[in-house]
């Protein structure tokens, strides 16, 4: 219909709309695409008026769905909508020969929600004696009883950390970084990042120091000659009201083997038998100047996404990057403390 407008196959993306209505009250097919019926929520119901999805009915597993239009399109800009990828089964048993594709549903709460919503209801009624207890939901079972997150579970949020997380750290770095990411959505760019909450905090960090170089393109700053600049606040996160003119404001990061000092600007020896003290905000930005060899004193301090540094083999998958702090000590004690930054100290 649309090969007018130069649509191809391979370009076009799937769109879809809940109705209010029901099988019997609709009257007249779309205009494209189609309408299905039929269709259940497992661990969910469609709230009509809201136009999302809610919690079930007490003891109700299985809620039907209102009548469903899919149409196609060539355009992938996603909105500001929070949309959960809903898998489509035949059958209650959710085995990869019963899938048969995806559905977006608009919801007004993290899509993990209903990710792991779905796990947590087949469990209860497999405890129950309801369902059957599939293998699936005995491991997921054993794992919550030893305190694990389950293999299902994982792929809402991977494991990404060198040692196993125990399920209370892991749901909480989960609903924290689900946090970060919706509000980035609904509200727009945060003021200070959470530098935890993403998966490849390198390359987030890469990617300011891209967007630093590309507002002075006119100034022919090139990403390979440019280098990071940091530069500790005084302010802790819920201090700061505006976000940097350049550059990035990252929180959250904890000091390993050392303190900083807010009152001289610079690293300090840690309180007696407390390993790990908490950074204020930190600013990251570019420059295309090497300042190097000056008066400042300046620790090399590597960053990690955890207390374990090393693992699997000899490479070293939870390091992240280095940051310049200052000191005024030689920066010969910080490296024999092996003093570090961490982004969780769990």
Known sequence: MHTKDGWALDDCVNTFEVLKQEKDDVKHGPSEGIYIHGLFLDGARWDKHRGALTDSEPKVLYAPLPVLHISATADKKKGKEI????????????????????VDLKSEDAPSKWVL???????KLAIAGTIVMSPELAE?????FNAQVPASWANVMPVSLP?????????????????????????GRPITFWLTGFFN??????ASRQEVCRGHSKDGWALDDCADTFEVLKQE?????????????????????ARWD???GCLTDSEPKVRFSGLPVLHISATAERRKGGKEILYECPIYTCPPRAAHGTQLKNYISN????????????ILRAVCLLTTTD
């Open 140 to 144: 997921a079972l054993d794992s919550l």
């Open 323 to 334: 940051a310049d702090l200052r000191s005024e000590d030689p920066a010969n004690k910080w």
């Open 201 to 206: 905090p390198s390359g987030f960090l890469t």
């Open 163 to 187: 040692q196993q997380p125990t399920i209370g750290i892991w749901y909480g770095n989960m609903t924290n970084r689900c946090d970060q990411l919706i509000n980035w959505i609904k509200v």
């Open 83 to 102: 949309l959960y990828e809903a898998p489509v089964y035949r059958a209650p048993k959710r085995t990869g020969l019963n899938f048969i594709s995806y």
């Open 262 to 264: 807010k009152g001289k």
């Open 237 to 257: 996160k819920d201090d700061v009201k505006h976000g940097p003119s350049e550059g990035i404001y990252i929180h959250g990061l904890s000091l390993d083997g």
């Open 117 to 123: 919503r779905g796990g947590f209801n087949s469990l």
